[in-house]
């Protein structure tokens, strides 16, 4: 059973980056067969995707994030990590980091696993 | 990106059918997903690849693709099937879309 748990501070200064890490439990961030994805949702709002990565460096954004958002990984810690630059009170929601199974040969995808979530708050 | 548009809300007695329609461009030209979301919970798959449910989900939950529409079934709906329900898919620019969300309530 993979385990995810976002960390970081709860608290963001507005203009300031967001920065959080998700550590990966039980599997490898190293597989073949998944992306690595962020995902936040706004209070009394939909979810929204952020973006993802694959173990060979690929990434993909939401084009509405404007390039403020950028994923990295880990492998040696079995952590990505995410940080969004500019933030304002429209960035105030829970994220999640969350597991992406993605079969390139029959284009079968779905969210397999997912952090608790964590609250990051923008104010000053 | 391409919108998937959902139903703000449905409504459902205990032991009948609800259903949660997804409409999206050329959405049957893709594999659907559906998510099922509780307050304070993190999402949960209740439907993939159309209609595929996972080990451990309910056979009452049960998925359909018609041209641009999915459509998530829920047979002799429960008290505990009450949340949010989402649909997911991808466009050409953006390789995860999210339905905007359908909470279910159970009355």
């Known amino acids: 059973q993979v385990h995810l748990q976002e960390s970081g501070p709860g608290l963001v200064k507005p203009s300031q980056t967001l920065s959080l890490t998700c550590t990966v439990s039980g599997g490898s961030i190293t597989s073949s067969t998944h992306y690595w994805s962020w995902v936040r949702q706004p209070a009394g709002k939909g979810l929204e995707w952020i973006g993802r990565i694959y173990i060979s460096g690929l990434t993909n954004y939401n084009p509405s994030l404007r390039g403020r958002v950028t994923i990295s990984l880990d492998s040696s810690k079995n952590q990505f990590s995410l940080t969004l630059d500019s933030v304002t009170a429209s960035d105030t929601a829970v994220y999640y980091c969350a597991s992406y199974y993605y079969d390139d040969t029959s284009g079968l995808y779905y969210f397999d696993y997912w952090g608790q979530g964590t609250l990051v708050t923008v104010s000053s | 990106s391409d919108e998937l548009t959902q139903p703000p809300s449905v409504s459902v007695s205990p032991g009948q059918t609800a259903s949660i329609t997804c409409s999206g461009d050329?959405?049957?030209?893709?594999?659907v997903c559906w998510y099922q979301k509780k307050a304070g919970q993190s999402p949960v798959v209740v439907i993939y690849?159309?209609?595929k449910r996972p080990s451990g989900v309910p056979e009452r939950f049960s998925g359909s693709v018609s041209a641009d529409t999915a459509t998530l079934i829920i047979s002799g709906t429960q008290a505990v099937d009450e949340a949010d329900y989402y649909c997911q898919a991808w466009d050409t620019f953006t390789p995860v879309v999210f339905g905007g969300g359908t909470k279910l309530t159970v009355l």
């Open positions: 690849q159309d209609n």
């Open positions: 050329k959405l049957g030209d893709k594999y």
